[in-house]
Every structure is written in C-alpha cells, then in structure tokens.
C-alpha cells in the first residue's frame, strides 16, 4: 500500500471539502426556508387565504429553496462518493469491500469507478 497523500492534494479531499461547503450553505438556505415557513404558518393562523399566501410569497418559495437544497447536496454527495471509491480502490479495498462500506451493490460501486474513469479521461 503507498503513503497516503497529505490532506488537501487529492480529489477526494477536495470533493469532500466541497460537500461540508455545500452543507454549511444548505444549512444556511433551509434556515431561511424554515423561517419563510414559519412565517407562513403564522399568517395562515391568522386566517389568510392560501390562494393569497401562495401568490404573495416572494422568491424563491419555501419550496423552491428546498428543492435547490436537495438537488445541490445530491450532486456534491455524488462527487464525493464517487471520488472516495476510487480513493479506496487506489489504496488497493476491494470493491465488494467498498459495496460493503458504502451499503450498496458492488454493481453499483462498478457503475462509480466507470464513471471515475470516464470523467478521469474527459
């Protein structure tokens, strides 16, 4: 097995930096969802149409913000679990290991490691 790069000078650190980045800002934007949210709460209490709500609302609505939020963390998660399978295939983990780890197939991690290598190439 070779010596392990130092942190920060690999993909796979990078692309795990760029999901805590990407969940700090999710973090973030739900908050202001959830507020939003809240505040619609509030105003359908105290007895507002939804018609009136809903054509009111600013943007992006409560669900908008939502659907941003999860597609973008699909994407970072994506990134950094394909780069972390190819991080553990390099240090020689098998792949049934990696299906193991990841609790998924090993056709699946296959599916990872070909798309690593197709975007390696690109």
């Given at each position: 097995?070779?010596?392990?790069p130092?942190?920060?000078?690999?993909a796979?650190?990078?692309a795990?930096?760029?999901?805590v980045?990407?969940i700090?800002r999710?973090?973030?934007?739900?908050?202001?969802a959830?507020?939003?949210a809240v505040?619609l709460?509030?105003?359908r209490?105290a007895?507002?149409?939804?018609?009136?709500l809903v054509t009111?609302?600013?943007?992006?609505?409560?669900?908008?913000?939502?659907?941003?939020?999860?597609?973008a963390?699909?994407?970072?998660?994506?990134?950094?679990?394909?780069?972390?399978?190819a991080?553990l295939q390099?240090?020689d983990?098998?792949?049934?290991?990696i299906?193991?780890?990841?609790?998924?197939?090993?056709?699946?991690?296959s599916?990872?490691?070909?798309?690593?290598?197709?975007?390696a190439d690109g």
């Amino acid at each position: 097995m070779s010596a392990p790069p130092s942190a920060g000078d690999d993909a796979a650190t990078r692309a795990l930096a760029a999901l805590v980045d990407r969940i700090d800002r999710s973090v973030e934007e739900l908050q202001r969802a959830r507020t939003r949210a809240v505040t619609l709460l509030e105003e359908r209490a105290a007895g507002r149409p939804w018609l009136e709500l809903v054509t009111t609302e600013s943007r992006p609505l409560v669900v908008e913000s939502i659907s941003t939020v999860l597609s973008a963390l699909a994407t970072a998660g994506h990134a950094w679990r394909r780069e972390e399978a190819a991080a553990l295939q390099r240090e020689d983990v098998s792949i049934n290991r990696i299906a193991a780890l990841f609790g998924v197939t090993r056709q699946r991690i296959s599916a990872l490691l070909r798309e690593y290598d197709t975007a390696a190439d690109g």
